[in-house]
């Protein structure tokens, strides 16, 4: 069996590349593809070469191919049909944390299920949502709490949207873009310029991945407020002034990371319940807000576009994949 797959391959080049299928296991699930999507955050880093040596084991994705920097077939948020594998899977839809290919195998235990009441388009969001899900868990917020979420992206807008579902809060999403005001209002949060950021927030989420938006965290924090670092900085080095009031107001910064369940929850939920949560919370139509019009594999624009960022010809598949807003 054939399949196509999407490769990495130099800083800003990525091209689609055949492959032969080896015969399946047991163990395993052939899945059909029907959408994927892009992590615009971190396959961005993947795309330019920043991944840092250090990070290269701990950024390797459950089921990528190749190796950090280049070339490296990597992604995590595929949604198909099981044609083949174990009789409880057998033509169900399912999400798998696979690379963006149209035909692939993948251990039947990591296929989990897509409820019937989310569409294709928005189970794609599961890693996102994984992601969203687990900062809560490591955030831990209170009814009632003043909360700022900064960064409207896809796992920015997410938090906020799980936020609002808590009592007593309702959220501020901060971006630099004004167009997002109608997405984060449409997940039932607040929207605010950088300038117009409320103060004395008791929890703030980072989600920018910019040293601006870190530095406005600590500007808007209350008195003992935590404040959760969310983004991915790659090779990147952020200065983050520590001094001034930082101790004196007694603020905490935790790291949350979807590697591991938050310890809020680990031992009482495995990686495979977190994701089959996070599926479950998209059955929300809301969310289709983040979903970005639909492209086709293979369907760009002209070889070698730098905009769409791989080199194959044009020529249409009739498996889709997704772009999700950033």
Same mark, same amino acid.
């Given at each position: 069996?054939? /399949?196509?797959?999407?490769?990495?391959?130099?800083?800003?080049?990525?091209?689609?590349?055949?492959?032969?299928?080896?015969?399946? %296991?047991?163990?395993? /699930?052939?899945?059909?593809?029907? !959408?994927?999507?892009?992590? &615009? %955050? =971190?396959?961005?880093?993947?795309?330019?070469?920043?991944?840092?040596?250090?990070?290269?084991?701990?950024? &390797?994705?459950?089921?990528?191919? *190749?190796?950090?920097?280049?070339?490296?077939?990597? @992604?995590?948020?595929?949604?198909?049909?099981?044609?083949?594998?174990?009789?409880?899977?057998?033509?169900?839809?399912?999400?798998?944390?696979?690379?963006?290919?149209?035909?692939?195998?993948?251990?039947? /235990?990591?296929? +989990?299920?897509?409820?019937?009441?989310?569409?294709?388009? &928005?189970? +794609?969001?599961?890693?996102?949502?994984? =992601?969203?899900?687990?900062? #809560?868990?490591?955030?831990?917020?209170?009814?009632?709490?003043?909360?700022?979420?900064?960064? /409207? @992206?896809? +796992? *920015?807008?997410?938090? !906020?949207?799980?936020?609002?579902?808590?009592?007593?809060?309702?959220?501020?999403?901060?971006?630099?873009?004004?167009? &997002?005001?109608?997405?984060?209002?449409?997940? %039932?949060?607040?929207?605010? #310029?950088?300038?117009?950021?409320?103060?004395?927030?008791?929890?703030?989420?980072?989600?920018?991945?910019?040293?601006? *938006?870190?530095?406005?965290?600590?500007?808007?924090?209350?008195?003992?407020?935590?404040?959760?670092?969310?983004?991915?900085?790659?090779?990147?080095?952020?200065?983050?002034?520590?001094?001034?009031?930082?101790?004196?107001?007694? $603020?905490?910064?935790?790291? =949350?990371?979807?590697?591991?369940?938050?310890?809020?929850?680990? %031992?009482?939920?495995?990686?495979?319940?977190?994701?089959?949560?996070?599926?479950?919370?998209?059955?929300?139509?809301?969310?289709?807000? $983040?979903?970005?019009?639909?492209?086709?594999?293979?369907?760009?624009?002209?070889?070698?576009?730098?905009?769409?960022?791989?080199?194959?010809?044009?020529?249409?598949?009739?498996?889709?994949?997704?772009?999700?807003?950033?």
């Amino acid at each position: 069996m054939k /399949a196509r797959a999407l490769w990495t391959v130099a800083p800003g080049v990525a091209e689609l590349r055949d492959e032969v299928l080896p015969q399946r %296991g047991p163990d395993q /699930a052939l899945v059909r593809t029907r !959408a994927s999507a892009l992590s &615009r %955050g =971190t396959e961005r880093l993947v795309l330019e070469g920043r991944v840092p040596p250090s990070q290269y084991d701990a950024m &390797r994705a459950p089921l990528m191919a *190749g190796a950090f920097p280049f070339p490296v077939k990597y @992604g995590y948020c595929a949604t198909g049909v099981v044609e083949a594998g174990p009789a409880a899977l057998q033509g169900r839809r399912v999400f798998v944390l696979h690379p963006h290919q149209d035909l692939f195998l993948a251990p039947a /235990a990591m296929c +989990v299920p897509v409820p019937d009441a989310v569409p294709d388009h &928005r189970a +794609v969001l599961a890693a996102n949502m994984e =992601t969203a899900l687990n900062i #809560l868990w490591d955030a831990r917020p209170l009814a009632g709490e003043r909360c700022l979420v900064i960064g /409207a @992206g896809v +796992v *920015g807008l997410l938090a !906020a949207a799980l936020l609002a579902r808590i009592p007593g809060i309702l959220p501020t999403v901060v971006d630099l873009d004004p167009s &997002r005001a109608a997405l984060a209002e449409a997940l %039932g949060a607040r929207f605010a #310029l950088p300038a117009g950021a409320p103060a004395e927030q008791e929890l703030i989420i980072h989600a920018s991945a910019s040293a601006a *938006g870190l530095q406005l965290a600590l500007d808007c924090a209350a008195f003992e407020a935590r404040i959760v670092e969310a983004s991915w900085h790659g090779d990147r080095m952020v200065p983050l002034p520590l001094g001034e009031a930082f101790h004196a107001r007694r $603020l905490s910064i935790l790291s =949350t990371q979807v590697g591991a369940v938050a310890p809020a929850m680990r %031992g009482r939920r495995t990686h495979a319940e977190r994701m089959a949560l996070a599926l479950a919370l998209l059955a929300d139509p809301r969310f289709d807000a $983040l979903s970005a019009p639909v492209a086709g594999f293979a369907e760009r624009c002209r070889p070698r576009c730098p905009r769409c960022w791989h080199r194959a010809p044009p020529r249409p598949l009739p498996r889709r994949h997704l772009s999700i807003r950033e």
